[in-house]
């Protein structure tokens, strides 16, 4: 059972545009929701991250969008460069724990 | 600082093989998780340990185990390799058990012929 959706799986963005994925969950357990980018051959490495009891979280040109109710968050990269071109994974975890359930993955490419 | 260390980065096993995989977590760090990537199934939870007890499993066979030593390193296993455990294991450092934040490691990248 796939209890985190990440749509969409691939996504291209021009230069200075706006990235948006989305993550849908159904364990309303879950309390805690970071953000990972992975570069090819690296580990996924935290992004941002953020808990249920607020609706948005900002750092720096990347903020993440929480609905509780409807059991869905997203992210948003602002201005977006080619650098940020990488494969982004929503995640979500209970009591902050370390037993993270991952979206399946954007492939997200930015064309200069 | 150094970061997340595995070992080995690289390794080949025919069906049939074990396998243990290294990792040695940020200093200071004593939460190790391990997860597992691969392109059908992408990133699965496989174990946590935390001060040398495993906290939490995920749903994998029992030909996977890991353990954490005293010094918070921690190996993984996996015996009698099959085609499909072809993957890259990652594995994860974090401060404590609940801290919601981890570091990985670049992963091993295991292959099985």
């Known amino acids: 059972q796939q209890q985190v959706k990440q749509s969409p799986q691939s996504l291209i963005v021009q230069k200075g545009g706006i990235s948006i994925i989305n993550c849908a969950y159904e364990n309303t357990a879950f309390d805690y929701f970071p953000w990972y980018q992975q570069f090819p051959g690296k580990g996924p490495a935290l992004l941002i991250a953020i808990r249920p009891d607020v609706s948005e979280k900002k750092e720096g040109r990347f903020t993440i969008s929480f609905n509780k109710s409807a059991k869905q968050f997203s992210l948003h990269i602002m201005d977006s460069q080619p650098g940020d071109s990488a494969t982004y994974f929503c995640a979500a975890s209970e009591g902050r724990g370390n037993m993270l359930t991952f979206g399946g993955g954007t492939r997200l490419m930015v064309k200069p | 600082k150094a970061g997340v260390t595995q070992t080995p980065r690289y390794l080949i096993k025919t069906r049939g093989q074990q396998v243990t995989l290294s990792c040695s977590p940020i200093?200071?760090?004593?939460?190790v998780s391990w997860y597992q990537q691969t392109p059908g199934q992408g990133l699965q939870f496989l174990f946590e340990y935390f001060s040398e007890t495993q906290r939490n499993k995920g749903n994998f066979p029992g030909r996977f185990s890991g353990r954490q030593f005293s010094n918070s390193r921690s190996e993984m296993n996996v015996s009698t390799l099959e085609l499909g455990d072809s993957a890259l294991y990652l594995c994860?450092?974090?401060?404590?058990?609940?801290?919601?934040?981890?570091?990985f490691g670049e992963g091993s990248r295991l292959t099985v012929l």
């Open positions: 994860a450092s974090g401060r404590g058990p609940n801290t919601g934040e981890l570091f």
């Open positions: 200093s200071g760090h004593r939460s």
